[in-house]
């Protein structure tokens, strides 16, 4: 069956960094779309980035331009999100997600996703 599985999330202080990883499995990574997604306690799950099957689109929530960046390894069925300038804001549970669909911003169109990855960030 698809497994997602995302790691590399903790605690840490604003201005630090860190770099998430997903590991995919069962299925055919170079066909499909990634995204990360993040969910805050009593907030909606919402879009961080998405990358396009080879790599060479991708698109970002503007409350993350220019601080993450997103890229994959079709090679090690990896999808990473190096996350820069952390902000108390950015504190959610991140998940990877995939899609045939090609990048895109609603969570309605990922086919699966992991369990997800907890990011703190104390201020």
């Known amino acids: 069956q698809v497994q997602l599985v995302e790691s590399g999330g903790g605690l840490v202080q604003a201005g630090d960094s860190l770099r998430l990883s997903c590991a995919a499995s069962?299925?055919?990574?170079?066909?499909?779309?990634m995204g990360w997604f993040r969910q805050a306690p009593g907030k909606e799950r919402e879009f961080v980035t998405s990358i396009s099957r080879g790599g060479y689109n991708r698109i970002y929530a503007d409350s993350v331009k220019g601080r993450f960046t997103i890229s994959r390894d079709n090679a090690k069925n990896m999808v990473y999100l190096q996350m820069n300038g952390l902000k108390p804001e950015d504190t959610a549970v991140y998940y990877c997600a995939a899609t045939q669909l090609g990048t895109n911003r609603d969570p309605v169109l990922y086919d699966y996703w992991g369990q997800g990855t907890q990011v703190t960030v104390s201020s």
């Open positions: 069962g299925l055919t990574f170079s066909t499909y779309a």
